[in-house]
């Protein structure tokens, strides 16, 4: 089990780099999708609880000493994020489609009504944080429903040699 914390941490620092370094390239009209929430709600969906919540909190954590303005939220946020998405699947089986719709939409809305609270609050409520606010909202459900259901795939890949 300690393997798999690791493992999944270490995963997680990886998706992190590419957070920061890669996804500021996608930005789309000064909104950048977060590669992070679907790597929570991925290790939601496969791992136990034990391991899930310590590496939200300590990704989140990670990624709050980037942004010294929200220092804090994000690690909140992941383990809302985390304890939401297990009490939303409970009522469904793990590999329903329904629930891994539902788990990524509210999911994005949580992480939506937090950072607009948030940007808001340290920036101020002006006209270009109502403009972005629901287009952040569309553009990261869209991209974490097209990565989460990429990791879903790369994770049931299995590869087998044989020798004829």
């Given at each position: 089990?300690?393997?798999?914390?690791?493992?999944?941490?270490?995963?997680?620092?990886?998706?992190?780099?590419?957070?920061?370094?890669i996804l500021?390239?996608?930005?789309?009209?000064?909104?950048?999708?977060?590669?992070?929430?679907?790597?929570?709600?991925?290790?939601?969906?496969?791992?136990?609880?034990?391991?899930?919540?310590?590496?939200?909190?300590?990704?989140?954590?990670?990624?709050?000493?980037?942004?010294?303005?929200?220092?804090?939220?994000?690690?909140?946020?992941?383990?809302?994020?985390?304890?939401?998405?297990?009490?939303?699947?409970?009522?469904?089986?793990?590999?329903?489609?329904?629930?891994?719709?539902?788990?990524?939409g509210g999911?994005?809305?949580?992480?939506?009504?937090?950072?607009?609270?948030?940007?808001?609050?340290?920036?101020?409520?002006?006209?270009?944080?109502?403009?972005?606010?629901?287009?952040?909202?569309?553009?990261?459900?869209?991209?974490?429903?097209?990565?989460?259901?990429?990791?879903?795939?790369?994770?049931?890949?299995?590869?087998?040699?044989?020798?004829?």
């Amino acid at each position: 089990m300690y393997l798999k914390a690791l493992g999944t941490l270490l995963w997680g620092i990886l998706i992190l780099y590419l957070q920061v370094l890669i996804l500021p390239m996608l930005s789309l009209w000064g909104v950048q999708p977060l590669l992070l929430l679907p790597y929570i709600i991925f290790i939601v969906w496969n791992r136990e609880q034990v391991v899930y919540l310590p590496v939200a909190f300590l990704i989140g954590l990670l990624y709050d000493t980037l942004n010294p303005d929200t220092f804090g939220m994000y690690a909140l946020i992941f383990c809302l994020i985390a304890i939401l998405i297990e009490i939303l699947r409970i009522p469904f089986e793990k590999d329903s489609l329904v629930a891994k719709f539902i788990a990524i939409g509210g999911s994005n809305l949580l992480y939506g009504i937090f950072s607009f609270l948030v940007l808001g609050i340290s920036h101020g409520f002006n006209a270009t944080l109502y403009r972005l606010a629901p287009l952040s909202l569309l553009y990261n459900a869209l991209f974490s429903s097209g990565v989460f259901f990429l990791m879903q795939l790369i994770s049931r890949l299995s590869l087998s040699i044989r020798n004829d």
